[in-house]
């Protein structure tokens, strides 16, 4: 069992940046690949970014270039770094974790947390 926290979301204008993280505890952190999702109203939840056991990135391509996934397994944590933000990346951003090797999907994570809102005024 794996409990998961985001922090981290707010108000930001167009270009600017936000720091997320997500706080795990109840299990060894660095046993599991870790990713995060974004949800806006109406629409799927999406993968943003994931990073492995070993460090490993990945991000879609609407991301890529402005978003940087990092986890701290001292700290149990993982951040994500988001630069350039634009009105499109608006959402509630959920972290979650997985024991698969596989982490593109949502039904591939075994964990979620509860969401924390990103709004990008205009």
């Known amino acids: 069992q794996v409990h998961l926290v985001e922090s981290g979301g707010g108000l930001v204008q167009t270009g600017g940046s936000l720091r997320l993280s997500c706080a795990a505890s109840?299990?060894?952190?660095?046993?599991?690949?870790m990713g995060w999702f974004r949800q806006a109203p109406g629409k799927q939840r999406e993968l943003v970014a994931a990073?492995?056991?070993?460090?490993?990135?990945d991000y879609v391509d609407f991301v890529k270039g402005r978003f940087i996934i990092s986890r701290d397994n001292a700290k149990n944590t993982v951040y994500l770094l988001m630069n350039s933000l634009k009105p499109e990346d608006t959402a509630v951003y959920y972290c979650?974790?997985?024991?698969?090797?596989?982490?593109?999907?949502?039904?591939?994570?075994?964990?979620w947390g509860q969401g924390t809102q990103v709004t990008v005024s205009s």
């Open positions: 109840g299990r060894t952190f660095s046993n599991y690949a």
């Open positions: 990073i492995s056991r070993g460090g490993s990135t």
């Open positions: 979650a974790a997985t024991g698969s090797t596989r982490y593109a999907l949502p039904r591939e994570y075994d964990y």
